[in-house]
């Protein structure tokens, strides 16, 4: 039994799967995404509460 740790012989090598013609990016989110994101989650947030009181 060999118990010796070989990273690259168990890596495995695949592409990436492609679903109708788009392929996933590997960088990360701009600035301005990040910021949007954010925006839009509070807005949700403040738009879910209000709701809440509204409602009970």
């Not at 013609?21 to 947030?45: C, K, M, Q």
Request: glycine residues 6%; charged residues 15%; aromatic residues 10%.
């Amino acid at each position: 039994m060999n118990t010796t740790h070989h990273p690259v012989e168990n890596e495995i090598t695949t592409t990436p799967p492609t679903i109708e013609g788009w392929t996933p990016e590997d960088r990360e989110p701009s600035s301005a995404e990040n910021n949007f994101v954010s925006i839009a989650l509070f807005a949700f947030l403040i738009l879910f509460g209000l709701g809440c009181l509204i409602v009970f």
